[in-house]
Antibody, heavy 120, light 106 residues
Framework: EVQLVESGGGLVKPGGSLRLSCVAS????????MHWVRQAPGKGLEWVSS????????YYADSVKGRFTISRDNAKNSLFLQLNNLRAEDTALYYC?????????????WGQGTLVTVSS | IQLTQSPSFLSASIGDRVTITCRAS??????LVWYQQKPGEAPKLLIY???TLQSGVPSRFSGSGSGTAFTLTISSLQPEDFATYYC?????????FGGGTKVEIK
């Protein structure tokens, strides 16, 4: 069974940092590019960042560029997102998501998310 | 690339034919994906490459379009289809989502 389990969310003050983790199981993690997508409370989906299978290609939304860093450890079937200099508008449920192997791209599996709340 | 979905909200009855539109600010070929999200759940992939149904998705769902104009159609709305639907362009980075269309029971 494919599983993506996120952790690391919580309450943090503006300007603070968090590190989100996502552990994958049930599939060959290293064969899939991965994404982080977030959803503010009551709002729509916002793509945050993507990383290719070997970490050679990394992309960020303009809203997080320079503050967030995506990484992965294929040996540990894990995806990470380092969140620095957090702002109130970063408050959201952060989903770890798997890109389908085949082209064209699409996200074919999502975790259940980890909640990040930025508030003083 | 901006994606504009319309309507943002629609009220429909069981058995209705429902159409949701997604317009891109520039041409994206067939690189358009549709997701369904129910309250409290993660999104689910419905359609990729504008019109290809993901395995396991009922055939009452269909997608069409290319370039800048796309549609998601539900041919006969079922109780389990009441949800929010999002389009996403996968033509280029940054990937972007449409604002969503919430389908509610009339």
């Amino acid at each position: 069974e494919v599983q993506l389990v996120e952790s690391g969310g919580g309450l943090v003050k503006p300007g603070g940092s968090l590190r989100l983790s996502c552990v994958a199981s049930g599939f060959t993690f290293g064969a899939h590019s991965m994404h982080w997508v977030r959803q503010a409370p009551g709002k729509g989906l916002e793509w945050v960042s993507s990383i290719s299978t070997s970490s050679s290609f990394i992309y960020y939304a303009d809203s997080v560029k320079g503050r967030f860093t995506i990484s992965r450890d294929n040996a540990k079937n894990s995806l990470f997102l380092q969140l620095n200099n957090l702002r109130a508008e970063d408050t959201a449920l952060y989903y770890c998501a798997r890109k389908r192997i085949q082209v064209p791209a699409a996200i074919d599996f999502w975790g259940q998310g980890t909640l990040v709340t930025v508030s003083s | 690339i901006q994606l504009t979905q319309s309507p943002s909200f629609l009220s429909a009855s069981i058995g209705d034919r429902v159409t949701i539109t997604c317009r891109a600010s520039q041409a994206i070929g067939y690189y358009l994906v549709w997701y369904q999200q129910k309250p409290g759940e993660a999104p689910k992939l419905l359609i990729y490459e504008a019109s290809t149904l993901q395995s396991g998705v009922p055939s009452r769902f269909s997608g069409s379009g290319s370039g800048t104009a796309f549609t998601l159609t539900i041919s006969s709305l079922q109780p389990e289809d009441f949800a929010t639907y999002y389009c996403q362009q996968v033509n280029s980075f940054p990937r972007t989502f449409g604002g969503g269309t919430k389908v509610e029971i009339k």
